[in-house]
């Protein structure tokens, strides 16, 4: 599972453990508005409804806020994570859909000149296949050496990578 993957299921365990907590408080909040009491280990205890509602708004508003901070933190860390595939790959990868990538080289032409790749196996087996596309119709020779032949991604990528590269710069 990459990095990506597993902050966001990071996050998501997070936002879930933080969305039952504020619907817990919610229903204490609730509760004591309505008259009653607070109940906890078999023990009911009646507090001041005022000063319970305050304590409990209190821990409301903070974990929502300790939830935007953790959506803010994510989000950086995925953006730095982006920025560094890009990097080190040459290589944009964006999710247009369920199982879907858009890869496009820094190298490109075009800005439509992309790889689309599709997830082929099961979720996280790593089993990909490329989908047709304008700019992948122009790489014939590569899909066919690389994908068909070698069966190796990277390795055609990086043929991509460095056909583009040669056409921009022989001129």
Known sequence: ?????????????????????????????????AGGGVTTDDTTLIIPPSQEILDL????????????????????KIQEFRTACYVLTGYQIDITMENQYRLTSVYAEHMEDSLLFKSSGPVGSGSMQ????????????????????????????????????????VT
Do not use: W, Y
């Open 57 to 76: 708004r209190k821990q409301m508003e903070s974990a929502e806020l300790k939830n935007q901070r953790l959506k803010e933190v994510f989000q950086k």
């Open 1 to 33: 599972m990459n990095p990506t993957s597993i902050a966001k299921q990071q996050r998501a365990e997070d936002v879930e453990q933080l969305r039952l907590e504020c619907q817990l408080l919610r229903d204490r909040i609730r509760k004591i508005e």
């Open 130 to 169: 490329l989908l047709e596309t304008d700019f992948s119709r122009t790489l014939t020779g590569l899909v066919d050496l690389h994908l068909f032949h070698q069966k190796s991604i990277p390795v055609f990528l990086s043929a991509v990578t460095i056909e583009l590269f040669s056409r921009q710069t």
